[in-house]
């Protein structure tokens, strides 16, 4: 079931920017690259952008050199993946990610 979330602060900024919607589906597949939004466990709902995939382990990091650092998110399980990042909806209009 698609979910509509609105990005909180700048860690994904240029692509997505503070107030930005993103509209989100289950995802069949993992790819590195891609935007999905996950539930950690020290930080909270966040939105990242997969860097590395290595069996059931996750690797993040932000579009934004100020974002949150990959060692501080650290390596995720994939089960705390809710959704990948499909559409954004922004005041300039939609684009799809």
């Known amino acids: 079931m698609p979910r509509l979330i609105r990005v909180r602060g700048q860690s994904m900024s240029p692509t997505l920017e503070d107030g930005d919607y993103i509209l989100t589906l289950k995802p069949r597949r993992l790819r590195p690259g891609f935007i999905y939004v996950l539930k950690h466990e020290r930080l909270g709902r966040i939105v990242k952008r997969l860097s590395v995939l290595e069996n ?31 559409w954004r909806i922004s005041p300039s209009g939609i684009k799809r990610l």
């Open 56 to 86: 059931d382990s996750c690797q993040w990091s932000g579009d934004n050199s100020a974002s949150t650092s990959s060692d501080r998110i650290g390596a995720t399980p994939t089960s705390c993946i809710s959704g990948r990042a499909i």
